[in-house]
């Protein structure tokens, strides 16, 4: 039982951190455009991550379940964030839209799998109030 609450506080955490990533950005994203230009491309900054995500996760949540789900957790939380890290030294407005895109594969990775991952932790009758927990973060 210990295991599976660190293991779900793990969960937990990466969720969290792909949240405080949406609101840094939506909130420092007129600082960012002043600085480096390209306010044309304002809106893809958005929907680059979300198109992503959203067109990945059936894929790697049916790759999950085949190869296993901690590899593509722990996989979708580096490409998440190597995204992060070439999000904060992007030079121009494309490169920021490029990290975007590669966080949307990562975090296309890590929410299927979280939720499948509570599923197997938890027995059925704890799997609810876990899961609830999850989509509070």
Do not use: C, N
Request: charge should be positive; hydrophobic fraction near 55%; avoid cysteine.
């Amino acid at each position: 039982m210990k295991f599976s609450m660190m293991t779900f506080i793990g969960i937990i955490l990466g969720m969290f951190g792909i949240g405080i990533m949406q609101l840094v950005l939506a909130t420092a994203m007129p600082v960012i455009v002043t600085k480096i230009g390209g306010d044309y491309l304002y809106s893809w900054i958005f929907s680059s991550y979300m198109l992503a995500s959203l067109l990945t996760i059936p894929i790697f949540s049916k790759m999950a379940d085949l190869y296993g789900r901690k590899k593509f957790y722990l996989l979708g939380m580096s490409i998440f964030a190597v995204g992060t890290f070439y999000g904060g030294l992007a030079p121009t407005m494309e490169h920021l839209i490029v990290a975007r895109v590669l966080q949307g594969l990562g975090t296309g990775m890590m929410i299927p799998v979280s939720i499948a991952l509570i599923s197997d932790l938890f027995p059925a009758e704890k799997r609810g109030r876990m899961i609830g927990m999850f989509s509070f973060v």
